[in-house]
């Protein structure tokens, strides 16, 4: 699955933003989608995730509340709206791509289980 990630720019804090993560390749559906974020001299952070089927969603705590993944399987699409952003949501986002089985579903947080990624979009949040 190749993804293709976009929507990233410079907000000020307290504003929106959505992202979108384009996908193409192999049954691009069947596959459980993740969004990750990594600023300079981090670890790589989960942020949200959502099944195949657009029907279970998960957030890291520090998003929960202000962000949520959609996804439109027809367009192969996966958005991040992004509201109430703060300073410290400022990184580099990233989408990617799992099967979505048993394992994707109790796995989800861990970056290495994620197959195919995107090239990345920078957010930028200013006070």
């Known amino acids: 699955v190749q993804l293709q990630a976009s929507g990233g720019g410079l907000v000020q804090a307290g504003g929106s933003l959505r992202l979108s993560c384009a996908a193409s390749?192999?049954?691009?559906?069947?596959?459980?989608r993740g969004w990750f974020r990594q600023t300079p001299g981090k670890e790589r952070e989960f942020v949200a995730a959502v099944t195949q089927s657009g029907r279970t969603t998960y957030y890291a705590d520090s998003v929960k509340g202000r962000f949520a993944i959609s996804r439109d399987n027809a367009k192969n699409t996966v958005y991040l709206q992004m509201n109430s952003l703060k300073r410290e949501d400022t990184a580099i986002y990233y989408c990617?791509?799992?099967?979505?089985?048993?394992?994707?579903?109790?796995?989800?947080?861990?970056?290495?289980?994620?197959?195919?990624w995107g090239q990345g979009t920078l957010v930028t949040v200013s006070s």
């Open positions: 990617a791509s799992r099967l979505d089985t048993a394992d994707a579903r109790t796995d989800y947080r861990r970056g290495h289980g994620y197959d195919d």
């Open positions: 390749g192999r049954a691009s559906s069947r596959y459980l």
